[in-house]
């Protein structure tokens, strides 16, 4: 055991340190703006011509009524030595260029499309040994947020508590309190798993303008989060998996609680909120168990930059995938009235792909930090 497990260590290793990885991102132009400024309506139409000509070109578009906006403006102009420009429209910033006014497509225009066309354009590369070279770009944030998401799901916390609840309404024999009860618990898992990955990319969005601070946390966050993922596949090629915080107090307080509320077949109303109350604190005490995944995950959002609404939309795929497993194992319940879980030994090996996906993107985000490259 300890051979094969030493060797899978060593081509992990061997894999993070061989690699190769080029960080020039696809060009970026950042765009300061007030909705009632003719200049930016002008600069507007042309940046919306421009993302027709070169639809790879990244547009991120901000308005100054924005708090947060004003915030992130006034850091870029301080590293950019250009203060003076903080209180005046529009800005644009382009690499370490930053553009103040705009005219038209033949004057400042044409000066935007230059710096364009200058920014680096090399695909982000990662040389790796037998495999070459594999474009990391090939791989945008959605396809991230569903391996992430789906392999964040074989969480034995939270299908443990799932299987108790369905197991307590299996004995009801009715498919309507199946579906509900069971529902309450998805919707309320769902909801408050998203509000902390929310969170986390809000706690990482305060930094997000010190580039190498955000860069060096998602990097020891997922090196670190990479080993522990890595000691506990060990741990479970031994033990099997468990779930290490299932057996607290507050757990047990409130598993008591809704196993009670069924004996005495209390109303609906107090079993959805015994559910609902167990559901969340399943939630938020077993986050611990499986947080690199989530957390290294909204890092890297906020390493883009994003609008709320895609940044909003990536959580919630994180989540559905999330909590894929757990829907399966509800809609069999409501279907064929019994219990059907995942088979132990793939748990296991999702816990090894885990920790070397953080290992990777751990590595990815130092050697950007220390610029290694």
């Known amino acids: 055991m300890k051979t094969i497990t030493g060797v899978l260590f060593g081509a992990l290793v061997y894999f993070l340190l061989a690699g190769t990885l080029r960080a020039q991102a696809l060009p970026e132009i950042r765009f300061f703006y007030s909705e009632t400024c003719p200049h930016c309506i002008a600069e507007h139409k042309f940046l919306d011509i421009l993302q027709e ?49 705009f005219d038209n497509s033949e004057g400042i225009g044409s000066q935007i499309r230059n710096l364009v066309n200058a920014e680096p354009k090399q695909s982000e590369k990662v040389v790796i040994p037998i495999i070459g070279n594999t474009d990391l770009t090939n791989y945008p944030l959605p396809l ?17 508590a799932l299987a108790l609840i369905l197991g ?40 997000a303008s ?46 008591r609680i809704v196993q009670n509320s069924f004996q005495k077949k209390a109303s609906w109303i107090s079993l959805a909120s015994a ?6 604190v399943i939630t938020i005490v077993e986050f611990p168990c499986s947080a690199a995944l989530p957390v290294v995950f909204a890092g890297v959002l906020a390493d883009h930059n994003l609008q709320p609404a895609f ?32 088979n132990p030994k793939f748990m296991i090996y999702t816990v090894l792909i885990e920790g070397i996906l953080l290992f990777a993107i751990g590595t990815y985000y130092l050697i950007n930090a220390f610029n290694l490259v």
């Open 275 to 280: 559910i609902f109350s167990f559901a969340a």
């Open 210 to 255: 010190y580039t190498m601070f955000l860069e060096l946390a998602i990097g020891l966050l997922g090196v670190i989060g990479g080993y522990t993922f890595f000691k506990e596949y060990q741990a479970c090629r031994k033990l099997g998996p468990s779930c290490k915080f299932g057996n607290t107090p507050l757990v047990g307080k409130f598993s």
């Open 311 to 342: 940044y909003l939309g990536l959580i919630a795929l994180f989540v559905l995938l999330y909590m894929l497993d757990e829907l399966i194992v509800y809609v069999i319940a409501v279907t064929r009235m019994s219990i059907w879980l995942s």
């Open 53 to 101: 000509e070169s639809p790879t070109i990244i547009i991120s578009r901000y308005p100054i009524s924005d708090p947060e906006n004003r915030i992130l403006l006034e850091n870029i102009l301080r590293e950019a030595d250009k203060s003076e420009y903080l209180g005046s429209v529009p800005i644009t910033v382009i690499g370490n260029n930053v553009i103040l006014g």
């Open 168 to 207: 307590l309404v299996l004995v009801l024999q009715d498919r309507k309190k199946i579906l509900l009860y069971g529902g309450v618990f998805i919707l309320t898992t769902a909801i408050i798993y998203g509000a902390l990955i929310f969170l986390w990319h809000r706690v990482f969005m305060l930094v």
């Open 144 to 160: 991230l947020a569903i391996m992430l998401g789906f392999l964040d799901g074989f969480n034995v916390c939270s299908l443990g």
